[in-house]
């Protein structure tokens, strides 16, 4: 993984005679969402999600072209909240360490609208079981993921993509975004759950500032 993630990197750095290196914070709001099989046997059941803040340390570099690289090192609380049928709620949140690095494309000089992709990897920081009012359901309810003796998959990756706009003052940048991110892996590794999956929306924005420029 760390290979392609190299190799992507190399692939997407400018190759004109312009380039510029900026480097920023971008915050907002995130929200995820959980569906999980219980069992072999059961229907894949959706399950609330939450919204929670986000903030990100952001690396951009652009070139002539419209075309660089973005790099985030950003805090995301994903989880769920589930209720029983007789409104007993569970609720669940994992707080990850997330890195996107992303193609960023945009079109546009002073004004821009741009479009961004790629993989992320990301790191759990925290398992937290906020609320546990329920168990034992049929099917399967989602299991705890913060006890002592849970044992939750450390290593989150998928894909990432997002579009949005910015507009440039000077050596400043700030922007308006919208994200969407499928994970690949998920927080279960103890066989308690057949299958489960989630997805996070994203809605941030960023101030950059440029430090470097070559010509």
């Not at 969402?33 to 919204?51: C, K, L, M, P």
């Not at 075309?67 to 994992?94: I, K, Y």
């Not at 927080?187 to 470097?212: C, H, W």
Request: glycine content about 10%; cysteine-free; charged content about 20%.
């Amino acid at each position: 993984m760390n290979k392609i993630l190299i190799s992507f990197f190399l692939l997407t750095l400018p190759l004109g005679a312009f380039a510029q290196l900026s480097v920023g914070i971008r915050g907002g709001y995130a929200t995820s969402s959980y569906s999980y099989q219980g069992t072999a046997s059961t229907r894949s059941t959706s399950v609330d999600g939450i919204g929670a803040p986000t903030f990100a340390v952001v690396v951009e570099y652009f070139n002539a072209k419209n075309a660089g690289v973005e790099f985030n090192a950003q805090q995301l609380t994903l989880g769920f909240r589930q209720f029983s049928e007789e409104e007993h709620l569970n609720h669940t949140e994992l707080t990850y360490l997330k890195m996107p690095l992303l193609a960023s494309f945009f079109a546009g000089r002073s004004g821009r609208f741009q479009i961004k992709f790629g993989p992320h990897l990301g790191v759990l920081l925290k398992a937290e079981d906020i609320t546990r009012e329920y168990s034992g359901a049929t099917p399967p309810e989602l299991p705890t993921y913060g006890g002592s003796t849970d044992n939750p998959n450390k290593l989150m990756y998928g894909l990432t993509a997002g579009a949005g706009i910015s507009k440039l003052f000077g050596k400043s940048t700030i922007s308006g975004e919208v994200r969407f991110a499928y994970d690949f892996t998920n927080p279960e590794s103890q066989d308690r759950v057949y299958d489960m999956g989630s997805t996070n929306l994203e809605f941030t924005l960023a101030y950059l500032f440029r430090i470097k420029e070559w010509k």
